[in-house]
């Protein structure tokens, strides 16, 4: 294994304390290990009566105090990877008559390795997945520590190499990288190779209950981004077979870091475009159905996320999923930004539903489209006889540029056979009563003007609420259709 040397410990003090190693070799490869801080827990009792309290050495000066105590010395740690693609470490101890090798966490050996000033090795495949080169990161040797330094106090997923594939998204190495979100009350997971759509083994979900609280999240697969793909336009593509429910929602997400600090955490805050597939409510049970997403991936993007969610009880197979560069003739699925824009963008949805959200609890319930006639519009419709909850088409936008502003937001609305309500509204996200204003219609209506007048507070209310919600919501049978919308400030703050 190539030998390396410790250059630096960089500690984050951000509220999620991490440690991380940098490692340098002979031929200047970079490896960053982040570790957690392990005195970013503080016992209860120290806050009690700290001047009674003895003090309690740590574990890691417990067990160097026993290794000098017997005579003992820690040669070598050699960091390796284990079957299941964890990083660990082996201890290489020697005491007065034998070499003991024992293996360890990673978090413990680099510590006491640390301490001890060992000697580290790391195999070649770490090596081939994670480390980077020095010399990309500035002109000379100053400018290149100076930049790597930055980059691990403040990011140190930067200072990881790209892979070049998305791994296992055929299931050819087992579930290696898939995470399931739900415990196994809720649902469980198996390869099935008796369902397969491609004949290879897909990947059978069992949900045994509704699950009525949290995300809907179910199943989830994320890495870094192929360096080929940044720049162009991609589609992954899955297929979904259901037994007793609806088609579940297919998400895409794409993240980078930014120049920005999240009060939050104290770390580096990253930024995310994401896209969603459309669900297929009239599917027939028990046929593979596709699912396509289409998105733009920015230059800056760095990794992807791929999450199946829904929140029914039943069954549903997945396979045949695929990740690939396609021309600009193929259409975007919606692309929603993460913060938001600090302007509306695509009111008049001449890029199709491009920055609209479509939120609801029954998304099989109602269906979205966009009308390319002169001039487009979108439409709500229910598509089963008696639909549960409401449909909500939006848009989210910082604040930004209008806290304390009085704003007007216009649009005109048509509706078809609505027996409940359809809304034109705008709020800030996740807040009712005062804080949202909305105007509804009912029943059969030609092209008919709405306009709300709003004063945007001076604060975000709570964390949730950082940001403007403004759209139309379907609730119950019948279709709404929505264009012209306009949103301007009528009163400076």
Known sequence: MPQMNILKVVQNTGKLSMTTFLLLDEQQQLLALQLRDQTSSIPI???????????EPQTLDFFASVLHALGGTLEEIAVAISPDKQ??????????????????????ALRLAHREKSRISVSEEIL????????????????????VFRRAERNPDSLRRTSQAPLNLDFSDGL?????????????????????????ACLAITLHKPFT??????????????????????????????????????????????????????????AECMTRSRIV???????????????NVPTQARHFRFQLGTKEQGKLWLDGIELATVDQSVALTGTILRPP????????????????????????????????????????????????????????LSMENYQGKAVRLSAFLKSLDVTSRATLF???????????????????????????????????????????????????????WLKDIHLQIVEEA
Not at 45 to 55: G, S, V
Not at 281 to 295: P, T, Y
Not at 448 to 475: C, H, K, M, N, Y
């Open 426 to 480: 705008i709020s800030l996200f996740r807040v009712s009563g005062e804080k949202r204003v909305e105007q509804a219609i009912t029943g059969t209506t030609p092209w008919t003007p709405a306009s709300l007048d709003w004063r945007v507070p001076a604060e975000p209310v709570g964390f949730i609420a950082g940001f403007i919600t403004f759209g139309v919501s379907l609730q119950g049978p019948g279709q709404v």
């Open 176 to 200: 290696q990288g898939w995470n399931f979100l739900r415990d196994s009350t809720y649902g469980s997971y198996e390869l099935d190779s008796q369902a397969t759509l491609t004949g290879k």
């Open 87 to 108: 990083l660990y470490a082996q201890l290489h101890l020697r005491d007065q008559h034998n070499l003991h090798v024992l293996n360890a966490s990673l978090d413990d």
């Open 128 to 147: 081939a997945q994670r480390a980077v080169n020095l010399a990309d990161y500035g002109a000379t040797e100053a400018e290149q520590l100076a930049e």
């Open 281 to 295: 409510a009239q599917a027939e049970e028990g046929a593979w159905v596709r699912h396509e997403m289409v998105i």
């Open 45 to 55: 009792q120290t806050a009690i009566r700290k001047e009674t309290l003895p003090t």
């Open 341 to 396: 824009p600090t302007q509306p963008v695509n009111l008049d949805f001449s890029e199709g539903l491009e920055y609209w959200e479509i939120e609801g609890n029954t998304p099989g319930h109602y269906d979205l489209a966009v009308d390319t006639t002169n001039p487009s519009c979108a439409s709500l419709k229910s598509v089963v006889k008696a639909p549960i909850g409401s449909c909500v088409l939006l848009q989210k």
């Open 213 to 270: 609280h949290g995300s809907s999240g179910i199943l989830l697969y994320g890495g870094s981004l192929p360096e080929h793909y940044r720049g162009q336009r991609i589609r992954l593509s899955a297929y979904v077979k259901t037994e007793q429910m609806y088609q579940p929602e297919l998400e895409f997400h794409l993240s980078w870091p930014t120049d920005k600090i999240s009060p939050w955490t104290g770390t580096v805050a990253t």
